[in-house]
């Protein structure tokens, strides 16, 4: 028997960065349990956090890069799989150009120090208009709103949960997703405090969630109709003197155009359109505002819809409005350890958010953050013409099953000249690759999780080293994207890693060393490399970054201060304290103030307002939910995740259910404009009349795809954000 040891890491599953306990045995995981002695998490830990062991042990992790030999795959050299990737992908990039290779980012990128620092080596490396990624079916509608009226895309309000009085929360079910956009690891017991000191939690949902469950007051909300909810509860906070910016006001622009704006959007007409009553909104507008703390919360639900940006732009007007944004206990920007956009550049001011500066070739579809809407992917891979796709590079994604019309999309893909995937399994979207590189276990690298404390309700550093050494054979992810930068570069397969990794360290130092709001701002460059060359990869760069960082030792000038060996002293992590007041110095708008109406949002309440007028005439609507045991397409294959509640199954009314003749256990035909796909129903009245929900992330025999119910055009018109919620499906029995 090998000897037992234990090692603590943080979870790299989700964004509530839980700190867990791991027991090993020589490699092998045998039990998780939660860190109790980590300084965020506390010991909480959720199913997935232990389904680690499986996972490690899945015999179908791919553990050896595999090349397509006709319709099979079969194992290959690292050095013959590259050489395949480079003789694959140069041709296409010599003979049509750097557009004609697309790129998508999924998911587990931003979970990973490899994909959050590398994969933009790579983004920049390869220059393509065609680079997508999950965002743009999950919140670019936040991200746009935030860049509008802050300054930056990562200039998202945070709830401060811990010390609110009252939470509005709509479309997010934290006690199935533990949190999003919302770094708060235990959000249920979070949740639950909030409410034993008397605090009130309302939750807008179109199904009764276990969040609504465990909520003081849940009302249904027809699906895409949060815009015109949330515009009834700005119109009264107007029409009944209740709005308070208080010391925001001298940093805010805008707030007379807004009231202008919402002047139509009068509780009882909004009332109509989102089956929420006008005396409740007018009730929840005065709630808000005479709280001591309030803060208003949006999430999935509210981006992944028809009107995704106005709504999440609205959730923070109401927090500008009753003076509750960047307030204890209301919604506060985050201070990241590491650095982000809101602690790089000018303090106070900045270039804000462009759009559109290109589009995409056949819709013509503008670009956001540099990238393009997901839901034209598969147009541009089979509409030929100069420009067209026909090289593909995935990065832990699965678009065939999280993106729209699945269907399409995977015939797309199957009729590329080349595509290339760093992934772990083969499933329905690397099933199309040339070659598939994996990653290595990711209990063998170091974690830190640069893109969650971006987005914490408390001040957090936390890094974990390997906690086993890297598999024979294995090759690092970081490696990884860098050999692939190197061949769309033009450098060859067999480029020099370390020289390549040593550049880019070198401009990340760079760039926090002419950072003018870094406390180590003009250090000496050659003394600062010093302090850092031994290092490499992603280890170095979150060493520089942490170094250079708003608590940074700032090259020696702040001996206390935080740099990657402070936290290697303390596993359990460092807690710099809770949330501060950051306005003005926060913002990055060319003015330097909150723009509360910025010029693309308010032009796009035309589109709201059109669509006052139509009516449902009885027509269902398609919406998604999450499952506590589920991790967006993968992880469903896990005995532990699997059966019991988590199913894929159709809720639907029981109303409905009578209406359509569909029975409860039975196989249902659900059809949109996009396509068709049976399910077995499932009725309960826990999903509000003329609504079906559908979990998404399913594929093979234990589901169907729901993606494929999702029309490419269905998009938020401004941020180009799939609409996947509020889809008009049919529903017959089969
Ligand atoms: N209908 C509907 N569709 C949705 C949503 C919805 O609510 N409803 N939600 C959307 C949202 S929020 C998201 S984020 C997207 C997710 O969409 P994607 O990011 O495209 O899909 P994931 O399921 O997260 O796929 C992750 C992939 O990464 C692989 N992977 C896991 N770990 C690693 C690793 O360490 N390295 C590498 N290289 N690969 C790894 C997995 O095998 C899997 O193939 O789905 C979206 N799609
Ligand atoms: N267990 C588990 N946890 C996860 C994931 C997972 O797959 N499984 N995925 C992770 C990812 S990538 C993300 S982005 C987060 C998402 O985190 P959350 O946003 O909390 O995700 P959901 O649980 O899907 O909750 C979305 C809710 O929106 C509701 N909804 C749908 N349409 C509308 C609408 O029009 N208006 C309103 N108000 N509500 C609506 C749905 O009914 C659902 O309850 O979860 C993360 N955590
Ligand atoms: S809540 Fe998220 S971070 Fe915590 S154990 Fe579960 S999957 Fe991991
Ligand atoms: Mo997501």
């Known amino acids: 028997m090998p000897e037992q040891r234990t090692a603590i890491r ?18 092998e995981l045998v039990r998780v349990r939660g860190d109790k002695e980590d300084v965020f998490s506390h010991g909480y830990l959720c199913p997935k956090g232990v389904a680690l062991t499986e996972l490690e042990s899945d015999p179908n992790i791919l553990r050896t890069p595999l090349v397509r030999e006709g319709d099979e795959f079969r194992e290959a050299t690292w050095d013959e799989a590259f050489e395949r990737v480079d003789a694959g992908l140069r041709p296409i990039l010599d003979q049509h150009g750097r557009d004609a290779v697309g790129l998508y980012l999924g998911n587990p990128n931003v979970h990973n120090l490899a994909g959050s620092l590398y994969g933009r080596v790579l983004i920049k490396a390869l220059s393509t208009k065609n680079f997508f990624s999950a965002t743009s079916v999950d919140q670019m509608p936040k991200q746009l709103s935030s860049g509008l009226m802050f ?5 998202i309000p945070i709830p401060d949960i811990d010390r609110t009085d009252y939470m509005l929360m709509l479309g997010a079910n934290p006690f199935a997703s533990n949190g999003s956009l919302f770094t708060a690891p235990d959000l249920p017991g979070r949740i639950r405090s909030l409410r034993r000191r008397g605090g009130k939690l309302v939750v807008i949902d179109p199904r009764r969630t276990q969040t609504a469950k465990e909520a003081d007051e849940h009302h249904f909300i027809v699906p895409g109709t949060d815009a015109q909810f949330l515009f009834g509860i700005v119109n009264s906070l107007f029409a009944n003197d209740l709005t308070k910016p208080g010391a925001l006001l001298e940093h805010t622009n805008g707030i007379e155009e807004v009231r202008e704006l919402a002047k139509e959007f009068t509780p009882a007409r909004v009332a109509e359109i989102c089956g929420i009553g006008d005396d409740i909104i007018e009730r929840l507008a005065r709630e808000i505002a005479v709280a001591n703390r309030a803060v208003v919360y949006g999430r999935i639900g509210t981006c992944t819809q028809e009107f995704g940006t106005i709504a999440s732009w609205l959730v923070d007007v109401i927090n500008v409005l009753t003076g509750n944004l960047d307030r204890v206990g209301g919604a506060m920007f985050t201070t990241p350890a590491a650095g982000g956009p809101t602690t790089h550049g000018k303090p106070g001011i900045g270039r804000g958010v462009k759009i559109g500066r290109h589009r995409s070739r056949v819709r013509g579809l503008a670009e956001v953050f540099s990238e393009l809407p997901v839901a034209c992917l598969a147009e541009e891979i089979l509409t030929p013409g100069h420009g067209q796709i026909r090289g593909f590079i995935s990065l832990a994604g699965n678009p065939v099953v999280s993106t729209p019309d699945s269907e399409r999309l995977d015939l797309a893909l199957a009729g590329l000249d080349f595509m290339v995937s760093v992934d772990i399994y083969i499933n329905p979207t690397t099933r199309h690759a040339d070659v598939i590189l994996p990653a290595e276990s990711a209990l063998s690298r170091g974690h830190y999780d640069y893109a969650f404390y971006l987005l914490s309700c408390r001040n957090i550093a936390n890094y974990s080293p390997p906690s086993v050494p890297l598999a024979d054979g294995a090759m690092p992810e970081w490696e990884i994207l860098l050999r692939l930068a190197a061949i769309v570069a033009g450098q060859g397969p067999h480029a020099d890693v370390a020289a390549f990794d040593e550049m880019v360290a070198r401009d990340v130092l760079q760039r926090g ?12 460059a050659d003394l600062a490399w010093k302090e850092v060359a031994d290092r490499t990869g992603p280890e170095r760069l979150i060493d520089i970054m942490l ?19 402070v936290l290697e002293a303390n596993p359990h992590g460092i807690d710099l304290g809770p949330l501060v007041p950051r306005i003005p110095e926060v913002l990055r708008t060319p003015t330097g103030k909150i723009e509360l109406a910025p010029e693309p949002i308010a032009a796009d309440i035309e589109r709201l307002r059109a669509s006052m007028t139509r009516r449902r005439n009885g027509g269902m609507v398609l919406v998604g939910r999450r499952q506590l045991r589920s991790n967006n397409s993968w992880m469903h294959t896990l005995p532990m995740l699997s059966g019991g509640t988590n199913t894929c199954t159709m809720h639907i009314h029981p109303h409905d259910a009578e209406r359509f003749g569909v ?43 729901s993606n494929v119910l999702a029309p490419a055009d269905l998009i938020d018109a401004l941020s180009g954000n799939a609409v996947l919620n509020g889809i008009p499906v049919t529903v017959e029995p089969v």
């Open 663 to 705: 029975k409860d256990g039975e196989l249902a035909s659900v059809t949109s404009s996009a396509g068709s796909i049976g399910v077995v129903a499932e009725i309960t009245d826990a999903v509000m009349p003329g609504v079906v929900s559908i979990p998404h992330g399913w594929s093979g025999e234990k589901g169907e795809i």
């Open 10 to 27: 943080t979870c790299p599953l989700c964004e509530a960065t839980c700190g867990l306990e791991l027991t090993i045995e020589g490699r």
């Open 513 to 524: 060393l002419t950072n003018p709001s870094s406390p180590a701002f003009g250090a000496d």
């Open 547 to 565: 170094r250079t960082g708003p608590f940074g030792e700032a090259f020696g000038r702040k001996p206390d201060g935080l740099s990657l060996a």
């Open 151 to 155: 300054g930056t895309g990562i200039s």
